[in-house]
């Protein structure tokens, strides 16, 4: 069975992304042929490659991604058993119904952004380019960052980068920006990391700050921005209450993140939802191996969680 379309070399071609905690992905989501999974985050298509790889030309799965460049490459290499969906993994539960699909026994959410995505030059993702500044997953949608920039008012925007960047500059940064698009929209990439630059003590990082591990200061503004314009931890949460009604009861919901805040959210709603039992109590981290040989992989936390019937509630 052709599970996927490609051969590894084309595959390896068609995606700089390199799939995170990816033995770790099946050692605690125990994919099993005939199986039916979701994966929510489909993005250069590894881990997709690895459950069809387990399930089967007897299992079923389900690609959802909310980048239409995305899910154009995606449908190029996948075809039956797996079915790629445009769109927001908070929406499964309506890609099920159109299906005409039953509960699934897994779904992985790898959230965040690609590595495809952070090395377009065009999509304003990575600081260390000078694409616009757009930063939307579905660019089909919402307004780019850019837009956003130029009628945001200073409050909302310094509590934006501080909430969701965790940057102790924010009101500096924020005071800049609304100071400079009096004169010029904050309109690429580059412009907003020399804007910010010019911020925060220290400015801009030496080679020597590097070489010392010292994370760049755009680094968390442009996190902060690219969590708000796409709504990124609101549709967490919203996913985390629908996606327990997806799941057959013994399903496993399988979630890596790469910041506390959403790692915070995950941990939570899987503690707190009666629907699901915790697999994983401390989440579990990429191995000294695969940290070295993928860097993405530093910050990620796996977390897992099963779907059980919930306990009727107590008599009085
Ligand atoms: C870290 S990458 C996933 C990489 C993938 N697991 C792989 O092995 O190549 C995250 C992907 O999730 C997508 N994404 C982000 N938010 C999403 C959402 N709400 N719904 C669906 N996809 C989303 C991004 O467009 C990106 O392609």
């Keep these: 069975m052709a599970i996927c379309s490609l051969d590894l070399a084309d595959f390896m071609e068609s995606t700089v992304h390199i799939p995170v905690l990816p033995k770790e992905v099946i ?11 979701i994966d929510g985050t489909g993005g250069g298509g590894g881990h997709s490659k690895m459950l069809l790889e387990a399930i089967g030309a007897s299992g079923r799965l389900l690609i959802i991604d909310r980048d239409p460049v995305a899910t154009e490459r995606l449908s190029a290499m996948f075809s039956s058993p797996a079915v790629v969906q445009h769109g927001s993994y908070d929406q499964a539960h309506q890609f099920l119904r159109l299906l005409d699909w039953p509960p699934v026994d897994g779904i992985l959410l790898d959230l965040g952004l690609s590595s495809d995505q952070l090395a377009d030059r065009d999509r304003g ?30 409050k909302t925007l310094a509590d934006t980068i501080y909430k ?25 990439a580059d412009q907003l990391r020399e804007l910010i ?32 314009v796409n ?86």
């Design 27 to 37: 050692q605690f989501g125990k994919p099993e042929p005939g199986q039916t999974w």
């Design 125 to 154: 993702f990575s600081f260390q380019t000078e694409g616009e500044l757009d930063m939307r997953f579905d660019t089909s949608s919402g307004i780019p960052a850019w837009q956003w920039l130029t009628h945001v008012d200073e």
């Design 164 to 188: 969701y960047g965790e940057e102790r500059f924010s009101r500096r940064i924020a005071r800049r920006i609304v100071e400079v698009r009096k004169t010029d929209p904050v309109k690429t």
């Design 197 to 228: 630059y010019r911020s925060v003590p220290g400015g801009r990082p030496s080679k020597f700050g590097k070489k010392h591990g010292r994370v760049d200061p755009a680094t968390r503004t442009f996190q902060a921005l690219r969590i708000a």
């Design 231 to 316: 709504e990124e931890l609101d549709i967490l949460e919203n996913a985390l209450r629908r996606l327990p009604d997806c799941m057959a009861i013994g399903g496993l919901i399988v979630i890596i993140s790469f910041h506390s805040l959403e790692d915070r959210i995950v941990k939570h709603a899987f503690r707190d939802d009666p629907r699901l039992e915790v697999v994983t109590r401390k989440p579990i981290e990429a191995s000294d191996a695969e940290t070295s040989d993928n860097p993405r992989s530093r910050s990620a936390k796996l977390r897992v969680a099963k779907r059980v019937i919930p306990a009727p509630p107590m008599p009085y």
